[in-house]
């Protein structure tokens, strides 16, 4: 479960997050609809985690030279 949360956060906050003309993420805003496969194989979506708490973490610059 960790790893596909992990993975989750990643995938969120390297795609929607990326570039720098973003705007402002505010506490309690809806997320977008998204898909992806996680390391398990299975499919998650904004659907498949409805009802769940889960944690979107911001890294500027992690994974570059700057």
Avoid: C, H, R, W
Avoid at 11 to 31: D, R
């Amino acid at each position: 479960m960790k790893t596909i949360l992990k993975n989750i956060v990643l995938f969120i906050s390297s795609s929607l997050f990326s570039s720098a003309g973003a705007t402002q993420v505010l506490v309690g805003q809806t997320i977008p609809d998204f898909e992806m496969i996680g390391t398990d194989g299975a499919p998650y979506s904004k659907d498949t985690l409805e009802g769940n708490y889960f944690v979107i973490a911001f890294f500027p610059k992690a994974f570059t030279g700057g």
